[in-house]
């Protein structure tokens, strides 16, 4: 089942990306959750930290979790959340797994929920792309590419649905 | 002979809709400026030291504006938005001949060296000068300019994050502090305060 979902995505993905000529809006699905364009950040020579952003849409009954990611270009990967409390930004790690309550959408964006790329083996460079593992508790195992933008890039990923 | 007359009513509907956008603008609200003047306490000459090691501070910025950011390094998520957010405000008041450094200084300086903050600031603008120093000395500066940051360790890690507040600082020609941005303000809204200002 696993396999054959992740045939189906690429299928998609093939037309997808002759229909639209160009490497923006890439999107996955994987039962009821569809993973729109995950994407990073450039980053400087000897940077040790990158991040990833995605946003997940569950189209099923039923809540799902995302219990973790893992990337192969960073030793470990941290799931953090940024809050804003009297004007100090905190950054921490969030605790267990993110919801993904039925029927919505959650985006993982700049000064908010974001996926920590601690330790990058190389620098991070722009237009290129790398593998994201995400874990969800219902849906399973799915892999995504993640495209590469401009170090300070923010990309608005509430309208592509 | 068809064609021309294609043309000429093509020309008309272009002027009506240029004129049509002409009373849009005219009939746009006045502009508010965003952001809060800095209270009188907060400010002050700094002396630190930039990418090449060598003394930098509020001297080397006179003539000019300056936006100074503060931040570290180690953050791949709100540092970057926030400087590439000053490049662009650097980059349209650059467009009306209002010339603005952008000035990074690091709240982190056991891990961010001269070299690490040169290779980040580079990232995002070519005429970013990033700063750091001794603990002290950035204690001191975080101090006058009323920026809070304090360490968090990490469980199971060696690594530690940064809480810290993002205002952002405009210091005028003459190296003093003037006014402050919230990382809310957006892009445009800063440099149209900025430009006003300095008109």
Not at chain 1, 44 to 51: K, M
Not at chain 1, 75 to 91: A, I, N, P, S
Request: proline share 6%.
């Amino acid at each position: 089942m696993f396999f054959r979902g992740i045939k189906y995505v690429r299928a998609v993905m093939v037309i997808w990306a002759a229909i639209m000529g160009t490497a923006a809006g890439h999107e996955y699905q994987q039962g009821d959750l569809v993973i729109a364009h995950p994407w990073s950040r450039a980053t400087a020579p000897n940077a040790p930290n990158g991040v990833a952003y995605l946003a997940i849409t569950n189209h099923g009954a039923e809540e799902d979790q995302l219990i973790s990611v893992e990337a192969q270009v960073s030793d470990r990967t941290e799931l953090h959340m940024h809050e804003m409390t009297d004007g100090v930004m905190r950054m921490r790690p969030v605790e267990g797994s993110i919801a993904l309550p039925a029927g919505e959408t959650i985006v993982l964006e700049p000064s908010g929920l974001h996926i920590m790329l601690m330790g990058l083996d190389n620098r991070l460079v722009e237009g290129e792309r790398f593998t994201l593992v995400l874990e969800f508790q219902n849906a399973g195992t799915v892999e995504v590419e993640a495209s590469i933008e401009s170090p300070g890039a923010v990309l608005d990923l509430h309208h592509n649905h | 002979m068809n064609k021309r007359v294609v043309t000429i009513a093509s020309a008309g509907a272009l002027a009506v809709v240029a004129v049509g956008a002409g009373l849009y603008i005219t009939s746009a609200p006045a502009f508010e400026p965003v952001g809060m003047p800095a209270p009188e306490r907060l400010g002050g000459p700094f002396t630190l030291t930039n990418e090449a090691g060598e003394p930098f501070g509020t001297d080397d910025l006179i003539g000019n504006g300056a936006l100074v950011f503060f931040g570290f390094t180690y953050c791949p998520d709100v540092c970057p938005t926030e400087l590439a957010r000053g490049a662009q405000v650097v980059d349209q008041l650059a467009e009306a001949d209002i010339s603005v450094t952008p000035v990074f200084i690091t709240i982190d300086p056991e891990r961010d060296t001269p070299e690490q903050i040169g290779d980040y600031v580079s990232l995002f603008h070519e005429d970013m000068v990033g700063l750091t120093g001794t603990a002290d000395e950035i204690a001191s500066v975080a101090d006058d300019y009323g920026v809070f940051y304090s360490r968090v360790e990490m469980e199971d890690s060696s690594d530690y994050l940064m809480d810290h507040t993002s205002f952002v600082y405009l210091l005028d020609p003459t190296g003093s502090l003037v006014w402050m941005f919230r990382p809310t303000d957006l892009v445009e809204s800063i440099s149209e305060t900025i430009r006003q200002a300095a008109g």
